[in-house]
Structure formats: structure tokens, C-alpha cells
């Protein structure tokens, strides 16, 4: 059974700052996933990982696969990136659903 | 193209009770999997449905049933509800189990 460890639990930052959200897992997977959850309770995919980088706008997400390691960052903070982010994994084949970490309460003030 | 859709948004039921949740796939997804979100936690892998059968699951009590239907929209039931069985209850529908999650908005089920 994968493990998923996620550092830190709770952030807060200023406007601006750059953001860094650890992922680490104790499994060899297929796939790492970063998602966003917001107060109403609905997820959002982020990014879907299985080697190397990716970017989306002010987002980066990387992976090294040899390190079982993730992690999420946010360049120029804003407080609209105010949410719970979420990772998790996936094993090959995806029968076994997602397994995912506790999230990072991430609180960005103006 | 639609996202996901659950019904209903809230729901509160008295222990003992039976509930059913529904979750609409996106269009084009022939997968869907549930999850259970308890307050301040990650969300945990109760079963996945492909093409209408169930093919993972997880660590969860058989009063714990799905469906899914031709269309690949899925039911949950829970079968003689208990207080733990608060929580948030999330669907995430995907193509051939990969490449990506939809997820939507959960229902948030309270046992009283």
C-alpha cells in the first residue's frame, strides 16, 4: 500500500512569494497527480506527472521517479491560489484508484 | 463538453438509514471512481467501475455498492448508514481508468 506524504501541512505567505508544496511516496507508481480543492469542496486536476517537469501558467510541478519525490510551486503568489493542494498516486492500471496525501492548507495574504 | 455532476449536494440521514448518491460522467469517460473525504482529510479510495463492472476497490464494508450505468453515469449506496459515515463523498470519472481525472463537486453526506 503506497503511502503519500505531503510537507508542509499548513502555509502561509505574502503576496508574491514563492511557494513550494512537498510529495513524497513509499511505492514505485504510474502517474502523480496535483490537485487543488477549494472550501465548497470540489477538486481540481492540476497536473498529471509521470516523469520530469510541467508548466501551467504560474504552476510548476516536478517529479523524480529514482527519489519517489514531488513537488508543486507557485511563482508570484496570489491570494486567489488560496486552497487545499492535494497529490496523489496512481499504481499501474489505475484499479486500485488514487491514493492521496492529507494536503497543504496553502493561505496566500495581500 | 460537461464536467462531472453530483446529486445531491447535501444530505443529512439518520443512522440506520440507506442512502444512494449520484455522479454524471463526463462526456467521452468510460471509468468512474468513488471517494470518501472525512473532515480535514485526504480523500480514500472506496471502488472504481469500468464499462459497468467493478474492477478495484478498496477498503470498505460491503454495505458499500455502486453502479454504473450504459451511459457511465455511477451510483454509490450505503446500506445501514453509520455516524462515521460522514463525510465528503466525491466521483472522479476518467478514460480507461488514466490520462486524467474529472472530478466533481462531492455530496456531503451528514449521519445523524
Known amino acids: 500500500k503506497n503511502e503519500v506524504e505531503q510537507s508542509p501541512q499548513n502555509l502561509t505567505a505574502q503576496e508574491g512569494e514563492f511557494i513550494t508544496i512537498n510529495c513524497s511516496y513509499s511505492?514505485?507508481?504510474?502517474?502523480l497527480h496535483w490537485l487543488q480543492q477549494h472550501p465548497g469542496g470540489g477538486i481540481v486536476s492540476l497536473f498529471m506527472?509521470?516523469?520530469g517537469k510541467k508548466k501551467h501558467g504560474r504552476l510548476i510541478a516536478t517529479i523524480n521517479i529514482q527519489e519517489k519525490h514531488s513537488s508543486l510551486h507557485i511563482t508570484a503568489s496570489h491570494p486567489r491560489d488560496s486552497a487545499v493542494y492535494i497529490c496523489a498516486v496512481e499504481a499501474g492500471g489505475g484499479a486500485d484508484g488514487l491514493t492521496f496525501g492529507k494536503g497543504t492548507h496553502l493561505i496566500i495574504q495581500p | 463538453e460537461t464536467g462531472v455532476t453530483q446529486s445531491p449536494t447535501h444530505l443529512i440521514k439518520t443512522r440506520g438509514q440507506q442512502v444512494t448518491l449520484r455522479c454524471s460522467s463526463q462526456s467521452g469517460h468510460n471509468t468512474v471512481s468513488w471517494y470518501q473525504q472525512a473532515l480535514g482529510q485526504g480523500p480514500q479510495f472506496i471502488f472504481q467501475y469500468y464499462r459497468e463492472e467493478e474492477n478495484g476497490r478498496g477498503n470498505f464494508p460491503p454495505r458499500f455498492s455502486g453502479l454504473q450505468f450504459p451511459n457511465y453515469s455511477s451510483e454509490l449506496n450505503v446500506n445501514a448508514l453509520e455516524l462515521d459515515d460522514s463525510a465528503l463523498y466525491l466521483c472522479?470519472?476518467?478514460?480507461?481508468?488514466?490520462?486524467?481525472?474529472?472530478f466533481g463537486s462531492g455530496t456531503r453526506l451528514t449521519v445523524v
Open positions: 506527472l509521470s516523469s
Open positions: 472522479a470519472s476518467s478514460y480507461d481508468g488514466g490520462y486524467g481525472y474529472t
Open positions: 511505492v514505485g507508481i504510474s502517474a
